[in-house]
């Protein structure tokens, strides 16, 4: 089993650019109409304030858990992930 990055998707995309983005949306539509700039921020904010908070992604951490998964080093269980997948997007399992 090979795990590799995602086509299309930055290679290092951390807990502050996704924050960094949603802010930017907030600021643009807040400029669209005062009202709905007011209902944005009060529901938005915490939410950018709790990502801004995380850490970012451990890098190196992530590359040695890949590498032990490709030596066998670390247990993978296929079946049990799937079904953990299928119970959380709402499947029967």
Request: glycine share 6%; proline share 6%.
């Amino acid at each position: 089993m090979r795990i590799t990055g995602t086509p299309g998707l930055p290679a290092t995309t951390t807990t502050t650019d996704v924050a960094e983005t949603a802010a930017a949306k907030s600021d643009a539509a807040a400029s669209a109409s005062p009202a709905a700039a007011e209902l944005q921020s009060a529901v938005l904010q915490p939410a950018v304030a709790a990502l801004r908070d995380m850490p970012d992604i451990d890098h190196a951490k992530v590359a040695a858990l890949r590498a032990a998964l490709a030596k066998g080093e670390l247990p993978f269980n296929a079946s049990k992930l799937a079904g953990l997948i299928e119970r959380f997007h709402g499947g029967r399992s």
